[in-house]
């Protein structure tokens, strides 16, 4: 079993990126799946969060209107949209995974137990 993070790469401030989480192994049905950021020498902290569980979905205030998380149920893959970034957007994004959960409060990165490699997004100009 495992998750796949793919989209990351280096872009200008006020750019775009689509990040992907792909599951292996079993499916994204009855999950809770968040995106999770770590700066350099900073904690992780949780970006956003969506439920294939109940529908609900999180995003943090810092990234609300900017990043938007979906799912292609036919590719069982969750996606990160990623606009209008900035400088303080940089950092590993992971994609973790728990089953029967659902995402109406902050993901608490403990509680997620099946987490992909990361995938280094850097914004600069």
């Known amino acids: 079993l495992q998750v796949v993070e793919s989209g990351g790469g280096f872009v200008q401030p006020g750019g775009s990126l689509r990040l992907s989480c792909a599951a292996s192994?079993?499916?994204?049905?009855?999950?809770?799946i968040g995106w999770f950021r770590q700066g350099s020498g900073k904690d992780r902290v949780a970006v956003a969060c969506?439920?294939?569980?109940?529908?609900?979905?999180y995003d943090d205030e810092s990234v609300k209107g900017r990043f938007a998380i979906f799912r292609n149920s036919a590719k069982d893959t969750v996606y990160l949209q990623m606009n209008r970034l900035k400088t303080e957007d940089t950092g590993a994004y992971y994609c973790?995974?728990?089953?029967?959960?659902?995402?109406?409060?902050?993901?608490?990165?403990?509680?997620?137990?099946?987490w992909g490699q990361g995938t280094q997004v850097t914004v600069s100009s």
């Open positions: 192994g079993f499916t994204l049905d009855h999950h809770a």
């Open positions: 969506m439920s294939t569980v109940d529908g609900s979905t």
């Open positions: 973790a995974t728990v089953p029967d959960y659902g995402c109406s409060a902050p993901p608490i990165s403990d509680e997620y137990d099946l």
